[in-house]
């Protein structure tokens, strides 16, 4: 639904000075609900998960993300 992380070719460039690295680029849960809300989508359920990014079973070493979940149906 919502894209606002960095994508791989942006990363690549410096933007350094520019607007974009003045103000926040991420969204906090709160603020997506609230947006979900504002176009007319009610969340009918909201759900924590851990995803695995990295992760070599050989390895101690993982990247765990904990991702939102969220259901949500036009009004």
């Known amino acids: 639904m919502f894209g ?3 994508s791989p070719a ?3 460039t410096s933007y350094a000075g520019s607007a974009c690295c003045r ?3 991420e969204m906090s ?3 997506v609900e609230r947006v979900a809300a504002t176009v007319g989508l009610d969340v009918v359920k909201r759900e924590m998960r851990d995803s695995l990014y990295t992760a ?3 390895s101690m070493c993982q ?3 904990r991702c939102a979940l ?3 149906v036009k009004r």
């Open 70 to 72: 969220l259901v949500a």
């Open 10 to 12: 942006s990363s690549r």
């Open 4 to 6: 606002l992380g960095p």
């Open 63 to 65: 990247t765990v993300y």
């Open 56 to 58: 070599d079973k050989k």
């Open 23 to 25: 103000y926040p680029r």
């Open 29 to 31: 849960l709160e603020d």
